[in-house]
């Protein structure tokens, strides 16, 4: 650059001197476009090695602005460079978090979608699940009205039959005492009073045949009972596993719908540090937000379920109380039945004792002529004293004595007999 570069065909012509200082001014507009030229020496007119020393200068002059110009661009040309290589590198950044972002994007609306599909099939499920547990209240709140109704009607019947019952016990053991008391006093047998009798048996026969009948029937009944109550637990146990999968679901939505919150968070966040992406991102993350507000609705549905299937518990533990109530009403057939059967062997004894009455009735109606053990025992002296009389008498008495004493040991055993007989009886 200190280096001069001799220009000898350079016409500068016409330069003014200046007093007290080596400063040239080129005056000629057409050889130069500098009007002035710092530097320089004092040339007198027609000094050629003046000019060609202030030509000299001005070049190097020249030459030096020209350098400095060009250093500057340079530098700006570097700057301009070093600008555009960190614009290029902003570039292939917001590039690369746009080209994330968009897949980001498209895993998120994969999931979404994904989560949609899921919700759809939940909501069918649930919608199924609903409908079921629907049709199982329904039938179970009619079965336990029946059930109700029936129960009540079986408590009546036997409320009414063990009264009855009671009362045809009291009754039948008076007269049933009566009776005996007054056949011991005077031993006599009434065919009237046997007939009755006979009749009151065949009448609590009757009755205990009618509660055998309705006790079949109370058993019928609870078994049915029994049925509706193993139904019914049945379906409370697939009720409480249906909450157990509804409260699975509905947590999992929860963490789901935190993990997206915290996805479109970050979502935010880089786009908000991508300018160039931000538009696009705030779109998403709105449809992230629509997503979560419908997993919040579709989580509010599940509570919804969930509190209806605890109400069909509750009616289920409704039913089990029918159930404890269809048990005890069962317990008190089962005192029926043990009354009809004492009922029925108390008829069973006076039956027999009726026929141990006829027994012996038959048997003093064998003797002609005698209607109680008092005349035939007044038989019996008669026959003693005839046979002491023909005794007395000739032989042609004794065949006949023979005769008597033969009917009269017949006499006897039939006395024998029915004496034996009395005994048992009494």
Known sequence: EDATVPIPSMNLGGVNQSGGGGVALVSNPVASPLREIQGGVRALPGDVDADLVNSYESVNL????????????GEALIALRRDNEAANEALSLAEEAAARSAGECARWKAAKDEMERQRRAHAQEKASIAAEHDAALESAARQYAELEATLAKISAERNKSETKNAELEAAMTAKEASVLEQRAVAGTHDASTTAKLRAR?????????????????????????????????????????????????VSRAERTAHETRAAAAQAMAEAASNAGAAAGVKERVRELELSLNAMRDAAKRDAELVKRAKGLETRAGLAVEAEE???????????????????ETASRANASQLAEREAWRAAVARVPGCATPGDVADRVVRLERELAQAIAKDGEMAARCAATASELCTERSRVGEMEAELVTAK
Do not use: P, W
């Not at 602005?65 to 500057?72: K, Q, S, V, W």
């Not at 048996?201 to 029994?226: C, F, M, P, Q, Y």
């Not at 057939?333 to 059967?341: C, D, G, H, I, V």
């Open 325 to 343: 109530r269809a048990k005890g009403l069962e317990a008190r057939a089962t005192r029926a039945e043990a009354r009809a059967s004492e009922a």
């Open 62 to 73: 020249v030459r030096s602005d020209l350098i400095r110009e060009f250093e500057a661009r």
């Open 201 to 249: 048996i065949a009448e609590l026969e009757a009755d205990v045949g009618t509660l055998g009948a309705d006790l079949r029937e109370a058993e019928l009944k609870a078994a049915s009972a029994e049925s509706v109550r193993l139904d019914l637990e049945r379906r409370v146990a697939q009720s409480r596993d249906a909450i157990g999968e509804m409260e699975a679901a």
